[in-house]
């Protein structure tokens, strides 16, 4: 899913200096922003407004997804989004890409 969003943000930003800028603006937040660090039930303990931030983060989903797993328990809500966000990112992905095509000639 990450992987497919940062090809999504590769194929709008044409310079690569500027790629590694708005990568950290778009992981860190999503990264802090997510059941990473705490789980979702501290979040909601802690401040309603950071929880509602936290349960619309796609990153989220990945981690609880995770977390499930190693329990050995499956989150059937987590899997779905996941895997939705997964393919728009993947679809975004396709439509965004297009390949740079040579228009010079080789010489002999």
């Known amino acids: ?3 497919a969003l940062g090809i ?3 194929s709008r930003i044409k310079q690569l200096e500027n790629f590694a800028g708005v ?3 778009v992981i860190f937040p999503m990264f802090f922003l997510s059941s990473a660090l705490y789980p979702l039930w501290k979040m909601q303990e802690a401040s309603l407004w950071l929880y509602e931030i936290c349960r619309f983060n796609p990153f989220t989903f990945g981690v609880e997804l995770i977390r499930f797993a190693l ?3 499956l989150n059937l809500n987590a899997l779905l989004v996941v895997a939705g ?3 728009a990112f993947v ?3 396709v ?3 297009q390949p740079v095509k040579e228009t010079g000639k ?3």
Do not use: D, P
Request: charge should be positive; charged fraction near 5%.
């Open 23 to 25: 990568m950290n603006f």
């Open 71 to 73: 329990y050995q328990q």
């Open 91 to 93: 679809v975004l992905a």
């Open 85 to 87: 966000c997964t393919f």
């Open 1 to 3: 899913m990450l992987s």
């Open 106 to 108: 080789k010489g002999g």
């Open 95 to 97: 439509i965004g890409f």
């Open 8 to 10: 999504v943000i590769a």
